[in-house]
């Protein structure tokens, strides 16, 4: 089986973000967003085991919520899933390989946008 990050969409409202005096808000850049799409992909990869029985492409969707030190704030939210086992073991592999401060190494100046990121994974058969 093949395992495939569709994407990643960064959830921040821009709006809501910093207080009068501080410096105008970083954005990540479209390269930042691909390194922190490579390192969730290998961090999670490395704990994802291979899903039995999928006869077609599967995806799913998760929510992961970041503390300032890298480590997940709370556990990983399935979103919306095309196969139950594939999105449960999604989370399970998130939950374990990302609970580690050291699993991950995002800009903490950039936190106001990787705070909350929605994972596309997919799930592809051999």
């Not at 029985?53 to 919306?80: W, Y």
Request: charged share 20%; hydrophobic share 50%; with cysteine.
């Amino acid at each position: 089986m093949r395992l495939i990050v569709l994407g990643l969409t960064v959830i921040v409202s821009l709006a809501s973000l910093g207080t009068a005096g501080q410096a105008e808000n970083l954005k990540l850049s479209p390269a930042q967003m691909m390194q922190m799409q490579t390192a969730l992909n290998h961090a999670i990869r490395r704990c994802l085991p291979l899903v039995p029985g999928l006869a077609e492409v599967q995806s799913a969707t998760v929510l992961l919520v970041f503390n300032r030190d890298n480590t997940l704030a709370q556990h990983p939210e399935l979103i919306a899933t095309t196969n139950t086992a594939a999105g449960k073991a999604l989370i399970r592999a998130a939950a374990r390989c990302l609970a580690d401060k050291s699993a991950l190494r995002f800009d903490p100046r950039f936190y106001d946008a990787w705070r909350e990121i929605r994972l596309n994974w997919r799930f592809e058969p051999f």
